[in-house]
């Protein structure tokens, strides 16, 4: 039978005793789990008829250790990110680096991208593109058309694109490079042996392999895009990592780095609205260089990438400012065995 003198031991002893170590979260699911925490702290919009609950202004200590606490009860297990709350009235725009980071944050919790090296992806989008006639004058946008393609996941394989109003167009194949040292010699494989992918060249197998790093991909982004062509080498980095956004499927985690790095390039606004190709409403993060704008747009709930425009910044010989040079809406990714096969269980875009 215990006694009060041992009961009051065994507490002292206890209490010398280190604290129990708590397993640490895997990084992606950390990232999921802050995304749902900035969330809760933005506070619910109370529903019609229920009772509103006041809230209070919590310390710095206590919400850390309400963070401890929803950190030992999470499930492993993948789930969609909740969607983002509207702003509040009076509370300030959010600026483009807070629109990047949720969208990181929701591309994390984004299904995996599992495509083996022999397989394809599929990509299917909505695009448009002003043509000008011979004879000038202002640029105009058609209607926008369907357009699905098939990307070799390694590049060995050659590919397909399919655009509504036009023949099917092989892709090309990554082929191993030849030289020949002199007439009449045997053919050898020259160094290097075949095209090298790269951020403006990607296959899926080396979209899947980008650091994860935010601060590392911009700077391999900025390097690989140094001779791609003149003028704001900002610019080249944040085309470039849109065209990844709107023709690969990468990795959750690569998706999230390709947001912080895009959050990292300086230039960028906010639009409170904007349309994609296929007319969804979204916030976009936007860029200005030499007379054209270039607009990333997010589902204003869920964060995720819709598509992207392109409008002057400038009236020219192409139109007034404003004028619509492009746009494009992403409908569905996938992963088939076969160019031309329709993948099951698509992963589709909101509101697609």
Same mark, same amino acid.
């Given at each position: 039978? #215990?006694?009060?003198?041992?009961?009051?031991?065994?507490?002292?002893?206890?209490?010398? *005793?280190?604290?129990?170590?708590?397993?640490?979260?895997?990084?992606?699911?950390?990232?999921?789990?802050?995304?749902?925490?900035? #969330?809760?702290?933005?506070?619910?919009?109370?529903?019609?008829?229920?009772?509103?609950?006041?809230?209070?202004?919590?310390?710095?200590?206590?919400?850390?250790?309400?963070? %401890?606490?929803?950190?030992?009860?999470?499930?492993?297990?993948?789930?969609?990110?909740?969607?983002?709350?509207?702003?509040?009235?009076?509370?300030?725009?959010?600026?483009?680096?807070?629109?990047? %980071?949720?969208?990181?944050?929701?591309?994390?919790?984004?299904?995996?991208?599992?495509?083996?090296?022999?397989?394809?992806?599929?990509?299917?989008?909505?695009?448009?593109?002003?043509?000008?006639?011979?004879?000038?004058?202002?640029?105009?946008?058609?209607?926008?058309?369907?357009?699905?393609?098939?990307?070799?996941?390694? $590049?060995?394989?050659?590919?397909?694109?399919?655009?509504? !109003?036009?023949?099917?167009?092989?892709?090309?194949?990554?082929?191993?490079?030849?030289?020949?040292?002199?007439? $009449?010699?045997?053919?050898?494989?020259?160094?290097? !042996?075949?095209?090298?992918?790269?951020?403006?060249?990607?296959?899926?197998?080396?979209?899947?392999?980008?650091?994860?790093?935010?601060?590392?991909?911009?700077?391999?982004?900025?390097?690989?895009?140094?001779?791609?062509?003149?003028?704001?080498?900002?610019?080249?980095?944040?085309?470039?990592?849109?065209?990844?956004?709107?023709?690969?499927?990468?990795?959750?985690?690569?998706?999230?780095?390709?947001?912080?790095?895009?959050?990292?390039?300086?230039?960028?606004?906010?639009?409170?609205?904007?349309?994609?190709?296929?007319?969804?409403? !979204?916030?976009?993060?936007?860029?200005?260089?030499?007379?054209?704008?270039?607009?990333?747009?997010?589902?204003?709930?869920?964060?995720?990438?819709?598509?992207?425009?392109?409008?002057?910044?400038?009236?020219?010989?192409?139109?007034?400012?404003?004028?619509?040079?492009?746009?494009?809406?992403? *409908?569905?990714? !996938?992963?088939? #065995?076969?160019?031309?096969?329709?993948?099951?269980?698509?992963?589709?875009?909101?509101?697609?």
């Amino acid at each position: 039978m #215990n006694t009060p003198a041992d009961d009051a031991l065994r507490a002292e002893l206890a209490g010398l *005793l280190p604290p129990p170590e708590v397993p640490d979260l895997p990084p992606l699911r950390h990232q999921v789990l802050k995304h749902r925490i900035l #969330n809760a702290a933005e506070g619910p919009r109370p529903l019609r008829g229920r009772r509103r609950v006041p809230r209070f202004a919590l310390p710095a200590v206590a919400c850390t250790v309400a963070v %401890t606490a929803v950190a030992l009860t999470v499930v492993v297990g993948e789930s969609p990110a909740p969607p983002a709350p509207a702003p509040r009235a009076g509370a300030a725009a959010p600026g483009a680096d807070q629109i990047l %980071t949720r969208a990181a944050l929701a591309a994390a919790a984004s299904p995996r991208a599992e495509a083996r090296p022999e397989q394809f992806v599929y990509i299917e989008s909505l695009v448009a593109y002003a043509a000008r006639s011979a004879a000038g004058g202002p640029a105009t946008l058609p209607p926008a058309h369907r357009r699905q393609v098939w990307l070799s996941a390694d $590049g060995s394989r050659e590919g397909l694109l399919r655009e509504q !109003g036009a023949p099917d167009s092989p892709l090309g194949v990554r082929a191993p490079v030849y030289t020949l040292d002199h007439r $009449g010699a045997t053919p050898r494989l020259a160094e290097g !042996g075949a095209p090298t992918a790269s951020v403006t060249d990607p296959t899926h197998t080396y979209v899947a392999s980008l650091p994860t790093d935010p601060e590392t991909l911009l700077s391999l982004v900025y390097a690989q895009t140094r001779t791609t062509g003149g003028g704001d080498p900002d610019q080249r980095a944040f085309t470039a990592i849109g065209t990844l956004l709107s023709e690969t499927w990468a990795p959750p985690e690569v998706t999230a780095a390709l947001y912080g790095a895009a959050a990292r390039i300086p230039g960028t606004t906010v639009l409170p609205s904007a349309r994609d190709a296929a007319g969804r409403e !979204g916030v976009a993060v936007a860029r200005t260089a030499r007379g054209e704008q270039t607009q990333w747009i997010f589902d204003r709930k869920t964060s995720a990438f819709l598509g992207q425009r392109t409008v002057l910044a400038r009236t020219t010989d192409a139109g007034p400012a404003g004028t619509v040079l492009g746009s494009s809406a992403v *409908l569905a990714r !996938g992963v088939t #065995n076969r160019p031309g096969e329709h993948p099951l269980g698509a992963s589709a875009a909101p509101g697609a």
